[in-house]
């Protein structure tokens, strides 16, 4: 084998090598994430209960906030991975969207 293909596979592997290198410790610094728990603002927490559960699949975790003096107004629902929080707000205000 001559001098210039022996340098050359020498290249070659060794630029392989750098981008496996490479590719492992950026694939190590991204953070996996496996799960989600978002915030909803709702009308009425009842009805939206009942339609996670009954028509998604979730499992009510907890209810809360009433205090025993009046209807509960947040709740957690699960499945799976996720969980989602529920809190209905006054029947004289409705959710909004965020502003762009």
Known sequence: MGKFAANFRWRYRSAIIRRVVRAEASERRVPVLNSSAPFFVVDDLQT????????????????????????DFFGILRRDGVMLMLKSITSEMHPQPNPA
Request: aromatic share 16%; proline share 0%; net charge negative.
């Open 48 to 71: 939206s209960l009942d339609f996670y559960r009954a028509k998604l699949g979730f499992d009510v975790i907890y209810t809360g906030g009433g205090d025993g003096q009046g209807t």
